[in-house]
């Protein structure tokens, strides 16, 4: 079969060019990388290729024996730097790769655009085609603005697919994305969660990087299967009422020959000075915000995702990495602006217009920021002023309850401010509260093991945890395993610990998430004012020698508020009195001790009466009993 070059074919416009010249092309996915098409009586692919250093480029691959002089593609004569040429008779599922030629020699390069890659460590890219699925997910799609508002109860499962379970009896293999997707969605409606995000499955060579280190910036892992049994995860997710988050990296990239480091025999995408283009803490390449082609990728890939894979939201990894020059970095290994200051104008310019890019064309989906500092206005609109997200992790919170977790309750009264730290500001920004896959890796522990005392009493402590977490104001978001209290740190080269739900104590834990969950979506106070200031009042912040709070959620005119008492101390509590907000009956909709979650405590079925009695500055009060490291949530009944 003879393979045939032509030049007379292009997928770009003179606009087209014009706006990936300027940066603000978010469709080049549409017209870079390989894609199918007819030339007259000829079926082909046209390879699109931007190298504006290149000597030359040639399409080498499965149809030519990778032979580097068969197929040389054509630059432009706009300026553009693209390489062009339309190849008859390639099949879908060819592998290929560029080999580029500059003053630095020769170097073959997979597709920075390609749609589907070998599974590594082989790292050619695939013809692939997108157009042949069929969604089956309208009646979500039409419900998603509802399911991903503010006003909405968010709760996330965070999941890395090549670990969540293993075909053990397979040689412990990956589960495909069917596979995965099936049982998965089963689990999380059992589980009562609204959305999975995953873990990168960006393309990545490194298996140890969790998808961290990407090289494929357009391509669904080919761990777990093609690019269609991809959008049929999602679909498959979407038709169990689940949405879909995925975790995406566009604050570094990794050094990998095939990859996009030097890709066209200078710093393409990364900046050339390694003061900015090099990131000491995870020997990765970072990218040329300032350039206005490599904004342009980014957004692309962004916003390739929300199109074609119809994903429901992003989740940007190491954002505070991309905002401040000096991050990671010791005096003398940084470049800093002509005034002296450190933030990075480019990737600010970036974030920016990705999030007004990303919400301009999908008003409907959920914007996140994985940001540890207190820069200013992450969750506020860019014209504002603002970044732009719709929603920051809480990374203080995470920081601070975990620290307080892990002190001895006979010393948690000199602690007190890591419990009430994060009230302080958080409605300052829109916030979601993870408890994430960084804090179980790396010799940190896993949550059950941070908890101190016996083992009733690590279980008490995380029931507790979770407990004013649900409560606390700000979406939610739990690593996988942690929903069953996995004592062993997470492993990605295996599968979970689910033996371990044959254990009382484990399954409690996992039946206490089944239950706050529902009582999250069910309760609007506990959702409808997450982000809004109205949504919450102290009754007690300061009782720090009980080592308990108490507060208020409010969902406003209509919604019954529910009220959140918390005993972080390992002792009862008998005649505790707390302010209430109107006199009446009020009923205990929740306990984190009760027996059914692996607690001493019973159901308590009479309502508990106030008395006209001032307390915490209210006119009316009650009378309780606290049982050691538990949390109770309260209704007036009547």
């Keep these: 079969m003879k393979h045939e070059i032509f030049y ?14 300027e940066g603000t092309h978010s469709r080049l996915y549409k017209h870079l990388g390989s894609h199918f098409m007819q030339r007259k009586k000829s079926r082909g692919v046209y390879f699109a290729l931007w190298a504006p250093n290149a000597r030359s480029v040639f399409v080498i691959g499965d149809f030519n024996g990778y032979d580097a002089s068969a197929h040389p593609l054509k630059l432009r004569d706009d300026g553009s730097g693209i390489w062009e040429g339309f190849i008859t008779e390639v099949k879908q599922e060819m592998t290929y790769k560029y080999h580029i030629s500059s003053d630095q020699g020769t170097a073959q390069k997979a597709d920075p655009y390609a749609f589907y890659a070998e599974v590594a460590p082989n790292s050619a890219s695939k013809i692939w085609s997108l157009e042949d699925y069929g969604w089956r997910d309208k009646k979500w799609m039409r419900s998603r603005a509802k399911k991903n508002s503010h006003k909405a109860p968010v709760s996330i499962y965070e999941v890395h697919l090549g670990s969540w379970k293993r075909k053990v ?13 099936k049982e998965l969605a089963t689990y999380l409606k059992e589980m009562n969660f609204t959305h999975v995000e995953l873990l990168p499955i960006t393309e990545y060579p490194f298996e140890g990087s969790w998808g961290y280190q990407v090289t494929g910036y357009f391509a669904p892992t080919s761990r777990y299967g093609n690019p269609q049994e991809f959008m049929n995860f999602v679909d498959i997710m979407h038709g169990s009422g689940i949405g879909v988050i995925l975790d995406w990296v566009p604050s570094h990239f990794v050094t990998d020959g095939h990859g996009l480091i030097n890709f066209d025999g200078t710093c393409l995408y990364e900046h050339e000075d390694p003061r900015k283009g090099f990131h000491p803490e995870w020997g990765s390449a970072v990218f040329n915000y300032d350039r206005n082609e490599v904004r342009a990728f980014l957004i692309s890939s962004a916003l390739f995702w929300l199109e074609m894979y119809h994903i429901d939201g992003i989740r940007v990894d190491a954002v505070a990495s991309m ?14 602006n002509e005034d002296g200051s450190n933030i990075n104008r480019g990737a600010v310019k970036f974030l920016k217009q990705l999030n007004t890019a990303a919400y301009g064309e999908f008003g409907d989906i959920m914007m996140f920021a994985e940001e540890s500092t207190n820069y200013s206005m992450v969750t506020r609109p860019v014209d504002v002023g603002g970044l732009g997200f719709g929603y920051k992790w ?29 009230f302080v ?3 300052n920004e829109n916030y979601l509260l993870p408890l994430s ?6 010799m940190k522990g896993s949550l059950i093991n941070k908890m101190p005392g016996g083992y009733e009493k690590k279980f008490a402590n995380l029931r507790a945890l979770y407990s004013l977490m649900f409560a606390h104001p700000g979406k939610k978001l739990l690593f996988m395993g942690a929903e069953f209290a996995q004592f ?7 599968s979970l610990d689910w033996h371990l739900l044959e254990h009382k104590a484990h399954k409690g834990i996992r039946d206490l998430l089944i239950t706050l969950n529902k009582l999250y979506a069910k309760l609007p106070a506990l959702h409808k004012n997450d982000v809004e200031k109205n949504g919450f009042s102290w009754i007690d912040e300061n009782d720090y020698r009980a080592n308990v709070i108490a507060f208020i959620r409010i969902g406003g005119r209509g919604v019954k508020p529910v009220i959140a008492v918390c005993n972080f101390s390992d002792t009862m509590h008998n005649d505790y009195r707390i302010g209430v907000p109107k006199e009446g009956e009020y009923k205990e909709i929740f306990n984190s001790d009760h027996e059914s979650f692996g607690g001493c405590s019973k159901t308590r079925e009479e309502p508990i009466r106030s008395e006209a009695k ?7 009060s009650l009378v309780l009993t606290l049982a050691p490291l538990s949390v109770v949530y309260l209704q007036r009944v009547r």
């Design 394 to 422: 809480n990374m203080g919170w995470m920081h601070d309850i975990l620290k307080y977790m892990k002190i001895n309750p006979l010393f948690r009264q000199h602690h007190h401010q890591n419990l009430t730290f994060s």
């Design 169 to 181: 009896e397979a040689e412990n293999r990956f589960l495909t994305y069917t596979e995965a997707a």
């Design 425 to 427: 500001y958080m409605y």
């Design 8 to 21: 007379d074919v292009t997928l770009f416009s003179d606009y087209d060019i014009y706006l990936f010249k």
């Design 488 to 494: 062993a740190e997470w492993n990605f080269e295996q």
């Design 323 to 336: 905002l401040y020059l000096d991050y990671a970095r010791c005096e003398g290994e940084w470049v800093p």
């Design 437 to 442: 896959h960084d804090e179980v890796v790396h």
């Design 614 to 620: 001032e307390h915490h500055g209210r006119k009316h």
